[in-house]
């Protein structure tokens, strides 16, 4: 089985932020322009998003930078927890974008409805940028979150949503666009409203996710389903009791409890934890840190 080393991954996680942070930048400044000169407040909203984007990509980029330095005497177990604390930034600036965009969106639709049409109608091309978003922003997230299959950073995954959401964000604001063109102004704001609704939503699923991760809670139900089975594999090992599990960033630390047969010496004790060590960091190669495994007679 072919295996990604820590520095492969730490260049792959560069490429996703390098290629999205140019990305963005574009996007930002021909949504923003266009938006402003079609006079399209949901266009104008995802090109603030893709601002936004612009920001937190170079914060992700600086702290997968620093995430990369060894550990030293204050950090023993190195910077990697850096990944999730990108990730928590990630949907820190997702949520308060959001919020911004839900709020000015309402009240242009208030104002189309209590005030009527003051606007010039939107022009093709602006719905041609909108679409083109939508089928880039595709490629982007299915390219990102293949580099985070690989490589397993909270940070890159952050991004991969962020990519999801803009697809969203992107279609409701080319419904909106669209609509506006058929005279249905006021929905055109509205359609930014959506936007900061999918906005919202993703940036509660990313911070839920990186604060899982800095709170050392166990990834999912197949992950300790993986430790017990892996446990099989050394014989004299009657059951995992006890499972902990220390997260820095695409790392763990393993701390486990395990029941042997009462009888066994304290060698033997030692000789069935070492081969239950061999058998995780061949399991999980290159996530896998340390194991601390204690175990104790069988409790009956």
Do not use: C
């Amino acid at each position: 089985m072919q295996t990604t080393n820590s520095s492969d991954k730490h260049q792959l996680a560069n490429i996703a932020v390098n290629l999205g942070l140019v990305y963005n930048i574009i996007l930002a400044l021909l949504k923003t322009f266009f938006g402003i000169v079609g006079h399209s407040r949901a266009l104008l909203a995802d090109g603030i998003n893709s601002t936004a984007d612009v920001v937190y990509y170079i914060i992700v980029k600086v702290l997968l930078f620093l995430s990369k330095k060894p550990a030293d005497k204050e950090h023993p177990y190195g910077h990697q927890q850096l990944e999730s604390v990108a990730s928590l930034v990630v949907g820190a600036f997702v949520l308060t974008t959001a919020i911004a965009i839900f709020w000015n969106s309402i009240n242009s639709a208030f104002d189309f409805i209590i005030n009527g049409q003051k606007e010039i109608p939107l022009g093709w091309l602006v719905l041609v940028i909108a679409l083109a978003t939508v089928f880039s922003k595709i490629a982007m997230y299915f390219y990102t979150q293949n580099i985070y299959r690989k490589t397993k950073n909270p940070a890159v995954r952050a991004l991969a949503m962020d990519h999801r959401n803009d697809i969203l964000a992107a279609g409701a604001a080319a419904i909106g666009l669209q609509l506006s063109r058929l005279r249905f102004y006021y929905l055109d704001p509205a359609a930014g409203a959506v936007v900061a609704i999918f906005i919202f939503l993703t940036g509660i699923d990313i911070i839920r996710e990186s604060s899982f991760e800095l709170m050392d809670t166990l990834p999912d139900e197949n992950f300790r389903k993986s430790i017990v089975q892996t446990s099989k594999l050394v014989p004299e090992i009657i059951r995992v009791s006890r499972i902990g599990v220390h997260r820095f960033g695409s790392k763990f630390i393993l701390n486990l409890t395990v029941e042997i047969d009462g009888k066994l010496s304290v060698h033997d004790g030692d000789t069935l934890a070492d081969k239950f060590e061999d058998a995780l960091k061949e399991r999980f190669t290159g996530s896998l840190l340390r194991t601390n495994i204690h175990y104790h007679p069988e409790q009956k």
